[in-house]
C-alpha cells in the first residue's frame, strides 16, 4: 500500500484493502494455500501479520487452512483465510464442521471463472450458491460483498463482527475485478469503525460451563482453549456440553438453533445500497463489481431523462428478500445485473410480486459486464432492440 | 491428580468394543500425563473420525472432534495459535494415513511440537471392517472379500522420511514399554509419532482367524520384538518396537517467534 497524503488516503489493491480491514478488526490468526485470484492478500498477510504480533501459517492447501484457523479461534484468535473457486469447493466439508461447531471465522472468497480450475485470472460471480448450499446438509451462512474498496474495508469488518456475535463462519464473497483493481481507499481511523470483541463467558473457574448453551439472546460466550474452562468440541449433533448425541429433542432443538440464530437476525445482518430508488419505475439489483456497470449505465440514464434505479445488495446471505420485495414494489422491470448463468436472479424472483418482471443482464466469458452489456439488455426488455 | 480426574466419566460408558486395545492406549496416555504432572487445562487433545477419535470426548481436557483426516491441520492451528500449550493427537490408522497422509507428511516436515498417537488396528473399526493403507496385503475385510493385495505404509519409515523428529513403536500388549515411548514422545521438542499397534477383535480379529481379545494380545507378543534385539536381526519378519528416530531439530513455532522478533526490530 503507497500512502501518498497525510490524510491517510490511499491507493491500493481491493486484495490488500481486505487484509488491511481484517487486521484493523482485530485478526490475529491467518492460515491459508496460495490462489488465484486471491494470493495477494496470503502475500499482504505474510508481510503484514508477524509485524502486528499476529500468526501467520501457509499450509498444505486449503482444507488444512481452514481447519488451521478453526483451531486457532478456539484459542481466542480472530481468524481469516482467503482463497478462490477451487479452494473454496476444498472448504466446504470444514466450512460445515465451523458452522456445527459455532466457531467464530472469516472465509474470503475472491470469485472467478468455474467449474473446475476454469478462468484463474479473470472474473465471475458464479459461487454465489455455493456459499449458500456448498457444505452438506441443513444451515444457514451469511456472506457479504462489496463492490468497490471503502465498502470492502467497511464489510470486511463486518464480516468479523458477525462472525463473533452470531459465532459463525462468515464469507466475503468478493470477485477478480475487485481483488485486482486498484483505487482510492480513505483508511479508517482506529475507533471509526465499530469492532466486536469477543464474548466471553462469565462462568467461574469450579462451575460448570455449558459451551453450547445458548443465552436467551441466542449467544453463546465462549471460553478459550486453554483457560480454565474445558470442554469437548465437535462436529457431530451434541448437547449443551459440546458431547456427541443423538437425542432427537436435542438433535432438532441444534439445527432450529443453528438455522434461528443468523434467519432471525436477517435485519441486522442486512447490507445494502440503493441510488435513485423512489421514483424508479426499472430496478437494477446488482452487487460485488457488476454493481459498478449498473451504477454507470443508472446515473448515465438518468441525464436522459429515463427512472432508473439500483439497488446495491451488500449481504447476499441470508438473502434479503423482504427488502428486495419493497424496493421492487413499484417497479414495471427487474433486471439483475450479475456475472453468471443466474443465480441471485432466482432469489429476486421468489422475493417480487410480479417474477415475470425479473430479467437477466449477464456476462460469463470472463470478461468485466460492461454499462453497454446492460444497456442492450434494457433495449431488448423495453423493445427497442438493440 | 489422580487417573480417574483427567476421565469425564459423566460420558461413559465409552463406545469401545470388549477387548479394543483404545483404551488400554488411553490408560497408557493417561498415566504418562500424570507422571509429567501435566495440568489438564494446558493439553487440547484433538482428533479426526474414527473409533479413536472419540478419545477426546473421554478425557477432561480441552478437547476437539474434527473430520476425518484433518485432525492434525486443526492441531497445527491451535498449537501455532498458543504454543504453551499440550497437543495430543490420536488418530486411526486410516483417519491418519489414508484420507490425512498429506496432513501428517506435513506435519512431520514442519516439526511443529505436537505428539501424533496412531493407533494402528490394521482396519476400519466404525465404518464395519473395511481395509486400510495398515492392513497389508492378505488381509480379509468386508472391501476385501478376497483379501487384500495393498501393500502397507511403514508408519516409522513414513514418518522419519517426512522429517518426523521424534518417531516410536509400541503395542497394547508392552503397556509399560508404551509409557515410556509416549513419556519420551510428550517430552521431545518438535514433531512426535507414537503407533500403537491396538488389536480389533470385532472386526480384524474375526474375520482373519487371529481369535479374540487375549489370543491378538498374544498375537503382538509372538510377532514383535525391539528394535535392535538379536530376535529382530534372527527373525526380519518380526515387528520392531522402540524409538526409531529421536533428534533435536529447529521447532516450528520457535522459528516463527524468531520471525516475530525480527520485525519487531524492523
Redesign the interface.
Known sequence: MTNNTNNNTVFVQGNEVCAEAALYAGM??Y?GYPITPSSEIMEHMARRV??T?G?F?Q???E???L???????????K?MTATSGPGFSLMQ??LG?AMMAEIPCVIVNVQRGGPSTGLPTQAAQSDVYQARWGTHGDHSVIALTASNNQDLFEITVDAFNMAETYRTPVIVLIDEVIGHLREKLQMPDPDELEVVKRLRTAVPHGVDYHPYLPREDGRLPMSD????H???????YHNM?G??TTDPTVIDGLIHHLVDKIENNLHQITRYKEYYLSDADCVLISYGCSARSALHIVKNRRQRGMKLGLLELQSLWPFPAGLVREKCAGAQHIVVVEMNMGQVVHEVKRAVDHPERVYLANRVDGEFITPTNIKNVLRVIMGRGV | MAMQDYIRSRFFPHIWCVGCGHGTALNALLRTVETLGLDPSDIVMVSGIGCSSRMPGYVDFHTLHTLHGRALAFATGTKMSKPELTVLVPMGDGDALAIGGNHFIHACRRNIDITAIVLNNRIYGMTGGQFSPLSGPGVVATTAPYATYDPAFDVMRLAVGAGASFAARGTTYHVIELQQLLLKAISHKGFSVVEVLSPCPTHFGRRNQQGGSVEMLEWLKANTTKLGSKAAEENPELITRGIFVEEERPEYCEQYEQVLAQTREE
Open positions: 490475529g490468526f492460515a508477524p509485524a504480533g500468526r501459517l499450509m498444505e492447501d482444507i488444512a487452512s481447519a488451521a484457523i478453526i483451531g486457532a479461534s478456539l484459542t481466542g484468535h481468524v466439508e470444514t464442521f482453549f486453554g483457560d480454565k474445558r470442554y469437548n468440541v465437535t462436529g457431530l456440553w458431547f456427541p
